[in-house]
């Protein structure tokens, strides 16, 4: 009686070795390292090694190693000097199409990791950095989505001279027709190349009139599109920041995730990510004088006033060429006679405007117009609202010298430093929707450190407690649930290393619950092995009768738990939820090691033999 | 090996004692609940929360002035932990925005180390507070559906009684002593459901296993019997669940002080609630050994029990 097979016992330590030789990979620390990828999402190769490996040995700078995989090479070093030396010198050297980053890398020995075996990945409140919450601003997604359909409209319907008048209303266009009878034509027209739009029945019986709107699901479409290219934008500017492992992910609708580990300075990270702008580029109207309109007043039809930086007037053509959003790179560099220029590239969509334009405008300007959009939310009579604020300011108006479509420059620039900064300029206006950061968390690297010695101090501290109070409550069955309990904790480890979740100072404190609630599955059996003694005097029958009388009990109670621990982590944001893995997790390992583990111990010491006494 | 003593505490026949207790505790704390309400946390009202560290002690006096000379309205200046450091907290106002942090941190110089900064927009605060309340409601639904179909409603009612008295209690200390309302502290909230619940379980196992293993049928001495034969491991949980609580308490830091003491609180309270409240439900429920008898395809189940 008593005794599991030999199969079982086999199948129980392969478990535990295994568990134990995954969570092994935490016990070694991290090194201070570079890490180098390269921006573009494109493989970094051996000759890039070579390159690092080269450039840091003539600036004699010591490293400890180096090694390529295949997203990116890690330059581990023994100290902090040398690592930020590295950084500045790889980073000068390497130039733009490299993100080079510092990062902790585990040291985890080759054999272990050829293993697959991994160190848990930790939180931002553990290792220091930023997590940003950021919000597309819908609102002004759906103005542009309007905006565009009734300029195509407009072009449309001017051709075959049918509308009289036509107007944005909010969220509607409003046509007026010049006679009843070209209303079908009308219809005909918008249904075949204006699928978004959609008719909308009114109360307004006069058949002159067509209201529209952006159907349902064009409008889905934009949004998921803004949100799309909002990431993609956000990923190439994190990539210029340098971070090691950025998280850059959709939440929800609307939402964007950004998680930077490791950055300090959040200042210029909030500006970089927050700037918001967009870029149109429009012909200047060459027929007409601004001063003129602006002493009158009125303005030319089809033209409207805009200003540069120091308050220049130009009057630009309402017909919008190109926006930011077409704009696929811009790069600062020199022409052949060395004066400064700037190198644009559009898209396809972008490059076909630009054709038309060019090959009827030869020797007009086209004008650059930047547009930046801020929104805050502000609370004013106990509401909260968004104040939206929007200039308009020209960077450039240069002449058509040529015939292009997507690929041109901008010369005549008066310095290097103005061709970098409108480059930079163009960059950032290729975010075409306004964002804002509506929840902000960041831990420096000094905090992180002291939540990682706190938590684990706690945590050894509290298991010492508990394994004490079991050995002195339970004696021989207590040093049993102490090994149980050991072994749980191995096993926690092993499972969030295994899964790569994120440990989070909250997720420790988990564990340290765990640990307090894991024995209450032994403390059950403990105690009920207790009352059967006192009823039965047989010692064998004893052991069996109580593993198995508190196992439903256990089952139970541990499900109730794992129920709350689940609404959590469906609840949770970060640090909830990393309370909740470790929570579930400590709640599943807790039974296998406290009721199959310490009933394979039991067995071996107590098992098949006879005895007198229990040591309980 | 000694026989064993279970004691035989006559935990029902101080029942009426133990119902004026609860209900005089969830009174206070409902009216202490209504009339100051819970100190809630930036995660929920929104606002910017700073912690800075000094080189040297720093003086309250003068980051509050430097504070109010740049008119931040409602800011909170107080130490975290040591004299060294402290804990900044704005309130949304008519500026705000992310921007907000970074002005201040301009404010405080350049020697001081920026330790956390949290900000919250409003509307994200109003979701997580929404969240909160759903989350706890969830957990209660889905724990009271699972012991209703493991047990029966009388079983889930009392459960979630002695649940809803412990999360009240909670709180209601939590609004007396005016000790910040978090987001870690909804989670240790939630994670005092958890940890309550398995103690009512237990008690219930036992509950149920008398009605059908005696032939008692008085469910005031079977309840007492399992209450009494519970004992022993209710406190031995507790205790260890305890120890490890103030080793977090007392090591684990500022950020999570808050969440181990909710956790302290929630562990005592729930110990209390599964031997009174609890069992007290059931018994004015009007459980009897006839609720318990299994159908007959259930009692082959339980036959087949080892």
């Not at chain 1, 990791?113 to 601003?137: I, P, Q, T, Y």
């Not at chain 1, 684990?456 to 021989?476: D, E, Q, W």
């Not at chain 2, 925005?97 to 409003?122: M, Q, T």
């Amino acid at each position: 009686m008593n005794q599991y097979s030999g199969l079982k016992n086999a199948l129980i330590a392969f478990c535990l070795l295994l568990s134990i030789l995954y969570a092994l990979p935490n016990i070694f620390g991290s090194d201070l390292a570079v890490q180098v990828s390269s921006a573009g999402g494109k493989l970094v190769t051996e000759s890039d090694l070579d390159k690092i490996t080269d450039t840091l040995k003539s600036k004699d700078v010591n490293y400890k190693s180096v090694a390529l995989s295949n997203r990116h090479i890690l330059v581990r070093f023994d100290n902090n000097a040398s690592q930020l030396s590295a950084k500045d010198i790889l980073k000068t050297s390497l130039g733009r199409n490299y993100v080079v980053a510092l990062n902790l890398a585990p040291s985890v020995p080759l054999w272990l990791s050829n293993l697959g075996g991994k160190a848990m990945s930790l939180g931002l409140d553990l290792r220091g950095g930023v997590h940003f919450l950021l919000e597309v601003d819908m609102y002004a997604v759906m103005a542009v989505s309007i905006d565009k359909h009734y300029n195509e409209l407009r072009t449309l319907l001017r051709a075959e001279r049918l509308y009289k008048s036509i107007k944005k209303e909010g969220e509607r266009i409003v046509i007026r027709l010049k006679t009843v009878d070209t209303r079908a034509k009308a219809l005909k027209i918008i249904k075949s190349e204006l699928s978004d739009l959609v008719v909308l029945e009114t109360n307004n019986q006069d058949k002159l009139m067509i209201y529209l709107a952006i159907s349902n699901n064009a409008q889905k479409n934009a949004k998921k599109n803004a949100l799309k290219q909002n990431i993609t934008t956000l990923r190439n500017r994190v990539d210029e920041l340098g971070v090691a492992e950025p998280i850059i992910q959709q939440q929800g609708l609307e939402r964007i995730v950004v998680q930077l580990p490791g950055v300090q300075d959040t200042a210029r990270a909030k500006e970089i990510l927050g700037a918001v702008a967009t870029l149109e580029f429009r012909l200047v109207d060459e027929r007409n004088d601004p001063q003129t309109a602006i002493q009158s007043g009125r303005m030319p039809i089809g033209s409207k006033l805009y200003y540069f930086k120091d308050g220049r007037p130009l009057l630009l053509k309402n017909r919008v060429i190109a926006t930011g959003e077409n704009i696929t790179g811009a790069a600062s560099g020199v022409d052949d006679r060395s004066a400064p220029m700037v190198n644009i590239t559009l898209d396809s969509i972008g490059g076909r405007a630009m054709l038309d334009t060019t090959k009827k405008y030869l020797k007009h300007r086209i004008a650059v117009v930047f547009i930046e959009n801020k929104v805050e939310t502000i609370i004013k009579n106990g509401k909260t609202i968004k104040k939206r604020t929007t200039t308009k300011d020209i960077i450039n108006a240069a002449t058509i010298e040529g015939v292009f479509s997507s690929r041109f420059q901008i010369t005549g620039i008066d310095s290097g430093r103005e061709a970098r900064n409108l480059a930079l300029l163009l960059r950032a206006g290729s975010l075409s929707t306004p964002i804002e950061i509506i929840e902000e968390r960041t831990i420096g690297p000094s905090l992180g450190a002291d939540n990682i010695e706190k938590g684990v101090l706690s945590v050894i501290i509290g298991f010492m407690l508990v394994l004490i109070f079991m050995a002195m409550r339970y004696r021989v069955f207590g040093l049993v649930a102490n090994i149980a309990l050991t072994l749980n904790l191995a096993m926690i480890v092993a499972v969030l290393s295994l899964l790569q979740a994120t440990l989070t100072l909250p997720g420790i404190a988990g564990i340290v619950l765990t640990v307090g609630m894991a024995v209450d599955a032994n403390v059950l059996i403990f105690e009920r092995i207790k009352e059967e003694l006192g009823s039965n005097s047989d010692i064998q029958k004893a052991i069996s009768s109580g593993y198995d009388k508190a196992l439903l009990t256990i089952a139970d109670a541990n499900i109730t738990t794992l129920i709350a621990a689940l609404v959590l982590f469906s609840f949770g944001t970060g640090p909830i939820k990393g309370f909740a893995i470790t929570l579930s997790i400590g709640i599943i390992t807790s039974m296998f090691t406290a009721i199959i583990v310490s009933r394979a111990i039991i067995n071996k010491i107590y098992g098949g033999k006879k005895h007198q006494e229990l040591s309980i | 090996m000694k026989a064993l003593n279970i004691p035989k505490i006559d935990f029902i026949g101080k029942q009426t004692y133990a119902i004026i207790f609860s209900l005089l505790l969830v009174f206070v704390s409902i009216f202490s609940l209504s009339i100051n309400g819970l100190k809630l946390g930036i995660d929920f009202t929104g606002g910017t929360l700073l912690e800075v560290g000094y080189q040297q002690d720093v003086d309250l006096a003068d980051v509050r002035a430097t504070l109010s000379e740049a008119k931040f309205k409602g800011a909170s200046v107080r130490y975290f932990g040591s004299t060294k450091e402290i804990l900044i907290r704005l309130e949304p106002q008519a500026i705000s925005s992310a921007k907000l942090s970074s002005k201040i941190i301009h404010l405080l110089g350049n020697d001081v180390d920026i330790r956390r900064v949290e900000f919250v927009g409003p509307k994200v605060g109003e979701e997580l507070t929404n969240d909160g309340g759903l989350a706890m409601l969830y957990a209660l639904i889905g724990i009271l559906i699972y012991v209703a179909f493991r047990f029966e409603y009388r079983f889930a009612l009392g459960s979630i009684s002695a649940l809803i008295h412990d999360v009240i209690v909670t709180l209601g200390i939590f609004s007396f002593l005016q000790i910040e309302f978090n987001l870690t502290v909804l989670a240790a909230i939630l994670a005092v459901i958890g940890y309550s619940l398995n103690d009512t379980i237990v008690v219930f196992d036992r509950i149920r296993e008398n009605f059908l293993s005696t032939r008692h049928t008085d469910p005031i001495k079977i309840i007492n019997a399992a209450l009494n034969q519970t004992l022993s491991r209710t406190l031995m949980t507790s205790v260890t669940t305890l120890l490890v609580l103030l080793a977090l308490f007392f090591l684990g830091g500022e950020i999570i002080h808050n969440f181990a003491l909710a956790l302290l609180i929630g562990v005592v309270i729930g110990t209390y609630s599964s031997i009174y409240v609890a069992s007290s439900m059931i018994l004015a429920l009007g459980i009897s050994k006839q609720d318990l008898l299994p159908s007959e395809k259930e009692s082959k189940e339980i036959d087949a029990r080892p």
